[in-house]
């Protein structure tokens, strides 16, 4: 498991895509976000066979603020729909704004947003 920024220039980040099986693309329920990570998968699709098999296999995370709202997280989901394998959204939960995370304090919707996405994930491996 690899945690990394998406510059996809650097020669660390094209490492560590050239040793993956399986991307996660995190991003908010925010338009500058979510095209941050389309703009990311569209390089990925250009640079190599390996690189598009994974931004086709992809799992884009959306997570959603306080404030996000159905019209907002809508047209995200739809963008990322024919470009990745998959697309989860979690919920907004207080419990990850502050303090240690820890599973069982998440709010059960919350608790299956991320077992759904985790079995996504695996899925592929």
Known sequence: VFD??????AERWLRMVDASYQLVIPTIAARESAESA???????SSRD???A???RNAVVVVTLSERATASEIRPIVEGFTDLVRAVHVIPFDPALKSGPLRF???RPATQRAWV???ASV???L
């Open 122 to 124: 695996a899925e592929q």
């Open 49 to 51: 066979d390996h690189s």
């Open 38 to 44: 389309a703009l990311l998968l569209e390089a990925l």
């Open 116 to 118: 759904r996405t985790a």
């Open 4 to 9: 990394s920024g998406n510059d996809e220039s």
């Open 53 to 55: 098999e994974l931004a």
């Open 104 to 106: 069982d304090t998440l």
